[in-house]
């Protein structure tokens, strides 16, 4: 076909330095076993002594007291480390371990906390540098003219001189733990390493002077804090909106102006990243939608979906409905809410023939549908599905390759691009694969699936190829691997079949996880840079730290403007047996931090809404909340609309019945006017609690009435009592405001000025849980605590989708100093001359700890890089200095 418009070519501004292996040397190991020395890591051979292993019961003993060294020869930045293994499965193989790097010894990072599985094949693990929040910190360089070309780069790790492993655990409980072959890569030019040596002490000198400045202010020590500030030019400690309202709450109690300032800042979008880091609560929909006849696509498992988001049309192509391959071809749009046959038979159209198993994917760039791999008329070589009588074998083995034009100048037509794809140097016919295209570079990545043989005995599984759009031309990247020969071999993926994965244009790198490979399934993550073809490895097993299980046929999406992929369970692999189980779960994973999130579905929401009022009823047994369990389902995700879409699949009952029923999946998260709503409630009510003390008791009781009323939620059983309960304070002056009772809510801070407030561990949903409804963290109650009344606290609150005030989880430590007396230059004070006496401006000391408190809590809803740090200086400064017990 002629005349197809494309895009100019998006061109690389710069090439990546690539990474080179690290010559190193042992620096120093915690023990070792007879001939089992530490230097063995360091040698290639494949001899079963050639190892280092740690005394045995060091395992046992819980302690992480085992460990080796590397020096670098020069200092370089590491990026990957590879394990190299024995030849075969042995129970000294490490199962999990950390990495340590440094400059010095004195000051090592952990880089990596992973695994490795019990087999021969040797894994690569990336090593990145994480902050508090274990969000990954990227540090940029210039590349060097001569030696690339020139631009601006990113990466995730520091120079380093040391590498500390750290194994933890071996496959085998009781036995010995073994390292087999260390090896490791990165930057060595040392014009790029020096240029992220300043990069990275940039980084530290602006965390340190960062903490000093949040640590000066915390204690009340103004005049030095802004003294610093003059002094250093520092710019970057914090918003000014932020400036602005510790100034007007903390220093000038002015709280309507600090209710204006905090709407600023929801208003500046300083809340957003709050609102996106909650896990939101999910919400199906069952799609009834029909053709203009009343017809909708048949049951069927197998099939195929792809979308075009700008248009909102998706189309469905093929599948499995127990008895055959199906050839029909359909398109829904979302905004008629409607389905279309476009093809009853797409082979009679000059389109492929029937066919399941197979993958497409949509080009926004062209509008064409790319069609490759699958069975063919139901020719399987060793699957489920039967084979088509009278079928010609040798055609059905073929892999062909078709296009779809849905606009422009061929808008409905079929290209067989293809007939053989192996014979021109692609992949051969494969069934399970994936497929992702990329737009903006016109070219197809397609991994993996098991290849389609006669012998139904053969387990073979195809490797990467690159499909050039404009040139139509094939390319391999990597081959499966063969079994290992070397302990360094080519950096690879383990190739694998009903697989996930997804291309992010932003990065430009793809992600591949889960599938099945022989009689494994797989839930180790790999990324697969489209620049320059590096493999990383994320993890080995991600279901070991707390991710999806081992899955079959999972499937996947993402967000790319949040970052955000999300996937959906299929066949998941019980850790203890090999049997498989159908199970319905919602995962999603932060690309910021690689980390899995599990989200509710909604019958458990309902579950523990019932159970929290009391209600043993039983669910109404129509009501359709979620979708049932299947797998060899179909996803597709609109990023214009962020909505995923599910439609049929298997069952997995005894019959294996397919499925036809369509749905739609939505994610609510945190609403801002809820947010803005409880920020009033609490600078309202540490207004209504001064008042108490400073105000006439008239005055505060109409405060309470009126304005605290108004932003109280009385729906809210809990929450009203609360508020009823702040009346005990109106007629019970003392001259310092009273212990307030607020519960975690899983946010890693520490400040240093929680002397009064205590958690109520009622309110504490557990870590591992998923948080319901809404998957947020509970609503904090305020449980009034009169300095002369001791009140039983109310009991743990019904669980609501609201968004609560974020506070930190730790206390003050009790042998702090008290805080002092603060003057306040260039404010009017808003207190009664009784508090501080009649020489000077001040703040009490008891109000200062408890202003500060809140404006802290206020944080919680703010960006990260808007704000001070969430930890405090207090909390780095250790009694003695160990790394894992080195």
């Not at 009823?617 to 359709?624: F, G, K, L, R, T």
Request: charged share 20%; with cysteine.
């Amino acid at each position: 076909m002629t005349g197809t418009a494309y895009p100019a070519s998006a061109q690389i501004t710069f090439a990546p330095p690539p990474s080179s292996r690290i010559g190193c040397r042992i620096f120093g190991a915690s023990s070792y076993v007879k001939q089992f020395y530490p230097s063995h890591i360091l040698d290639e051979s494949q001899d079963q002594s050639s190892r280092w292993t740690s005394p045995v019961g060091a395992q046992a003993s819980g302690i992480n007291n085992q460990w080796v060294i590397l020096e670098l020869d020069t200092l370089s930045i590491v990026r990957t480390i590879t394990f190299g293994k024995f030849t075969k499965p042995h129970p000294c193989n490490v199962k999990e371990f950390k990495i340590y790097g440094g400059v010095d010894l004195d000051h090592m990072t952990e880089l990596a906390h992973s695994g490795l599985r019990n087999d021969p094949i040797p894994e690569t693990i990336a090593l990145v540098h994480r902050n508090q929040d274990g969000v990954v910190i990227i540090f940029r360089f210039k590349v060097p003219r001569m030696a690339y070309q020139v631009g601006s780069h990113r990466i995730q790790c520091f120079p380093c001189r040391y590498i500390k492993i750290v194994p933890l655990s071996a496959h085998g409980q009781t036995y010995n733990m073994s390292i087999w072959f260390v090896c490791l890569w990165g930057i060595q030019d040392q014009a790029i390493v020096q240029d992220i040596l300043r990069e990275f002490t940039d980084y530290v000198e602006t965390a340190s002077m960062r903490l000093i400045l949040k640590h000066l202010r915390q204690r009340g020590q103004i005049s030095f804090y802004n003294a610093l500030l003059t002094q250093t030019g520092f710019q970057t400690f914090e918003h000014p909106l932020i400036t602005s309202l510790y100034n007007n709450l903390v220093l000038a109690g002015d709280f309507a102006e600090s209710e204006k300032v905090f709407t600023m800042a929801a208003s500046a979008g300083l809340l957003q990243h709050h609102i996106l880091s909650m896990p939101p609560k999910p919400v199906w929909t069952r799609i009834r939608d029909t053709n203009p006849d009343g017809d909708i696509p048949t049951r069927r498992g197998g099939h195929q979906m792809c979308i075009d988001s700008d248009r909102g049309v998706i189309y469905l192509l093929g599948g499995w409905d127990a008895k055959r391959s199906l050839a029909d071809f359909w398109s829904y749009s979302i905004a008629s809410s409607s389905w279309t046959t476009i093809s009853r038979n797409t082979s009679e159209e000059g389109g492929p023939g029937a066919r399941d198993c197979h993958k497409i994917v949509f080009d926004r760039a062209t509008g064409y549908i790319y069609v490759l791999g699958g069975f063919r008329n139901g020719v399987t070589g060793g699957t489920s599905s039967s084979s088509a009588a009278g079928a010609d074998t040798a055609t059905a083995h073929r892999s062909d390759f078709y296009r779809y034009a849905t606009r422009g100048p061929h808008e409905g037509k079929w290209e067989l691009i293809s007939s053989d794809t192996k014979v021109e140097g692609g992949p051969p016919l494969v069934f399970d694969l994936q497929m992702a295209i990329d737009s903006d570079y016109q070219a197809l990545y397609v991994f993996g699936g098991r290849v389609v043989s006669a012998n139904q005995d053969l387990c073979q599984y195809s490797g990467m190829y690159r499909y050039d759009i404009r040139n139509r031309r094939w390319a391999l990247l990597f081959t499966d691997p063969e079994p290992v020969s070397s302990r360094i071999p080519p950096p690879h993926i383990p190739s694998r079949s009903g697989h996930s994965m997804i291309l992010d244009p932003r990065t430009r790198q793809i992600y591949i996880f889960s599938g099945d490979r022989g009689q494994a399934t797989l839930s180790d993550m790999y990324t697969f840079s489209l620049q320059t073809h590096e493999i990383t490895q994320i993890t080995s097993d991600y279901a070991q730290s707390g991710g999806p299980g081992p899955g079959f046929t999972q499937r996947a999406t993402m967000d790319e403007e949040l970052g955000e992929i999300y996937l959906l369970s299929g066949l998941t692999k019980d850790r203890q047996s090999a049997a498989g189980a159908i199970r319905s779960s919602l995962w999603i994973m932060r690309l910021d931090k690689f980390r899995w999130i599990r989200v509710p579905e909604p019958s458990e929401i309902k579950d523990k809404e019932r159970q929290s009022a009391g209600d043993a009823d039983a669910m109404d047994a129509d009501q359709e909340l979620e979708p049932q369990p299947r797998f060899a389902h179909q996803v597709v995700y609109d990023t214009s609309r962020r909505k995923l879409f599910l439609f049929g699949g298997n069952s997995g009952d005894a019959n294996e019945e397919r499925l036809d029923d369509f749905w739609s999946l939505t994610f609510t998260r945190p609403d801002l006017d809820e947010i803005m709503r409880r920020a009033k409630l609490y600078l309202r009510r540490q207004r209504f609690l001064e008042m108490c003390n400073d105000a006439e008791p008239m005055d505060a009781l109409a405060y309470l009435q009126a304005t605290l009323s108004a932003v109280v939620d009385h729906t809210d059983e809990e929450e009203t009592a609360s508020f009823r309960s702040l009346l005990s304070h109106l007629f019970s002056r003392s001259p310092a405001i009273p212990p307030v009772s607020i519960p975690f809510n899983g946010h890693d801070t520490e400040p240093a000025i929680r002397q009064t407030l205590t958690p109520d561990s009622g309110c504490h949903a557990p870590a591992e849980e998923p948080y319901a409804p809404g998957s947020v963290p509970p609503t904090p109650r305020f449980n009034i605590v009169p300095p002369d009344v001791g009140l039983t606290p109310p009991p743990a609150p019904r669980l609501r989708h609201a968004t609560p005030l974020p506070v930190s989880p730790s206390e003050r430590p009790p042998s702090l100093p008290p805080l002092p007396m603060v003057p306040v230059p260039g404010y009017t004070s808003r207190l009664s001359d009784g508090v501080f006496g009649s020489t000077g401006l001040g703040i009490d000391r008891e109000r200062f700890k408890q202003r500060t408190e809140l404006f802290e809590n206020l944080l919680m809803f703010m960006s990260p890089d808007a704000k001070q740090p969430d930890v405090n200086l207090l909390n780095l400064v250790h009694v003695y200095s160990s790394v894992e017990g080195f």
